[in-house]
Nanobody, 120 residues
């Protein structure tokens, strides 16, 4: 399973970006889809996640500004990022946890990352 993330770029404070992540196969089952980020000087952190029952959770730093969504038909996950701040600068990664096939074990798949830079 390959994940392709896109949509990063340079934006001014207060601006917005929409990240997209497509995965190469229709999964037999998905446990979670999520976005993570690695900001300079810090470890990778969970930004937003959709859990099997379609519930969503967000980190405190982005709650109210970011929205995660999923298009099952398009095998895609999105992250709408609004009211961006310089501290949102970092590399954003998408992640899918699930089974590609009915006989597959549950596994975790990562995209390659897309850079978001928010200028002050």
């Amino acid at each position: 399973v390959q994940l392709q993330a896109s949509g990063g770029g340079l934006v001014q404070t207060g601006g917005y970006l929409r990240l997209s992540c497509t995965y190469s196969v229709t999964m037999f089952s998905i446990n979670t889809v999520s976005w993570h980020r690695r900001v300079p000087g810090k470890q990778r952190e969970l930004v937003a996640i959709i859990i099997t029952d379609s519930s969503t959770k967000y980190s405190d730093s982005v709650r109210g500004r970011f929205v995660i969504s999923r298009d099952k038909d398009e095998n895609a996950v999105y992250l709408q990022m609004n009211s961006l701040k310089p501290e949102d600068t970092g590399v954003y990664f998408c992640n899918v946890v699930g089974r590609p096939l009915a006989t597959s074990p549950i596994n975790s798949f990562w995209g390659q990352g897309t850079l978001v830079t928010v200028s002050s």
